[in-house]
């Protein structure tokens, strides 16, 4: 047998594995990375976050990535060498990282790399075109593989493609994994540069949840305060609690076809981007609004988005917690709105049931890694948009 299959063969029969998951988000902020210790497969598996650590991206990689990001042209050439470049830079922060972890890579069974999303293309976005479901993540895997001397599982949603699915969110997996055993109804709400949720009814099968893209989570707000500051990112609201919300603002924001699909339904900043806030206030003739002014406004449009599907689909007698993860966790005006918008619901976050809500996205696509390897059917019967199929492709060391 090839050697490496034979170490793969030896690390699916492990009852216990060491992951390191990797995220790199929409917001492209840095690369998450968790570590994981991850005991049997399904929704009995344990999983333990030994370290976790987000490496923050140089503004110089974030403007390269930045040259191919989300757009209909892009120089062809720069897509191709920077999908190994990204692998390579991956590399470099997993080995700093096990260094500071004094950990190597003999200690460590798998990579999970969700890669860096470049382009999301759901069909529903081009409804009269011929081609299907699409999206691409970049930082080649092998090159990751090779570079840190660990096996590698990446590329996770082209298996959900090909089986179906929109390829996002994938957190309706990872979700069910984690917190299906619950005898009380959960909402699972991710806010990142898209906000996303998965409602797990008591005691649910994956067959019944919901999982869905919502709209936008922090990408609108993101996209708009660095247009007029130097900031990344509008840190604990601060301007935009110096703005005042503008209904007619908030209701041409509203106005879009993608909030009328039936879920589940993907989304990116493909969509919701600067060029969306502009014709806002355009329909709106507000083209003298305070900046500060449309900042509040997008606050509350990501807040009012979120809330109603959680209204829509929550329809259990008991009202269920929502566990929120991702940066927009860390937005105090943007929570509450959403403790004014759902009232009688617990909000709390994914610490509340011991997952850090940082890292969660990051866990996600360990867990991911640990069913592909080993998993034997544990989603039964898929979800409508969420095939049970093992996902992500396998690259060896050598």
């Not at 924001?253 to 989304?267: A, E, G, I, Q, R």
Request: overall charge negative.
């Amino acid at each position: 047998m090839n050697q490496n299959l034979h170490k793969l063969t030896s690390i699916a029969a492990k009852q216990s594995k060491k992951i390191i998951g990797l995220m790199s988000g929409t917001s492209l902020d840095g690369l998450d990375i968790a570590l994981c210790e991850i005991n049997g497969h399904g929704p009995e598996c344990k999983l333990e976050l030994i370290g976790f650590t987000t490496i923050e991206y140089k503004d110089s990689f974030r403007d390269k990535i930045k040259t191919i990001f989300s757009k209909q042209e892009v120089n062809l050439e720069q897509l191709c060498v920077l999908n190994e470049w990204v692998g390579l830079e991956h590399a470099k922060m997993i080995n700093e990282q096990l260094k500071k972890w004094k950990a190597t890579a003999e200690d460590i069974d798998l990579i999970a790399s969700h890669g860096q999303t470049i382009y999301h293309s759901p069909k529903s976005m081009r409804p009269s075109s011929e081609y299907g479901n699409a999206t691409l993540q970049i930082g080649d895997g092998d090159h990751l593989a090779v570079n840190t001397g660990i096996i590698t599982i990446s590329d996770f949603r082209q298996k959900n493609i090909a089986a179906g699915g929109e390829g996002a969110p994938l957190a309706a997996y990872g979700d069910y994994l984690l917190f299906a055993n619950s005898d009380e109804p959960v909402v699972l709400l991710n806010i990142g540069g898209i906000s996303n949720a998965t409602i797990i009814p008591a005691s649910a099968s994956f067959k019944d949840i919901v999982c869905t893209d919502i709209g936008p989570g922090n990408t609108l707000m993101d996209q708009w305060i660095q247009q007029h500051t130097n900031w990344k990112f509008d840190k604990d609201a601060y301007y935009a609690q110096q703005g005042s919300i503008n209904e007619d603002l908030l209701s041409a924001l509203k106005v879009n076809p993608f909030f009328d699909l039936p879920v589940p339904k993907t989304t990116g900043p493909e969509l919701f981007n600067i060029g969306y806030i502009q014709e806002s206030i355009k329909k709106a003739s507000l083209e003298l609004l305070m900046w500060q002014d449309v900042l509040a406004t997008l606050n509350y449009f990501t807040a009012t988005v979120i809330a109603s599907t959680i209204l829509k689909f929550s329809t259990e007698k008991v009202n269920p917690s929502i566990l929120i993860s991702g940066g927009g966790l860390h937005n105090p005006l943007l929570i509450e709105h959403l403790l004014q918008l759902l009232p009688g619901y617990s909000i709390g976050s994914t610490s509340d049931k011991g997952i850090h809500p940082d890292a969660k996205e990051a866990i996600l696509f360990a867990l991911l890694a640990n069913e592909l390897i080993s998993g034997e059917n544990s989603f039964g019967e898929g979800a409508p948009g969420f095939p049970a199929v093992g996902m992500g492709k396998i690259s060896f060391p050598f």
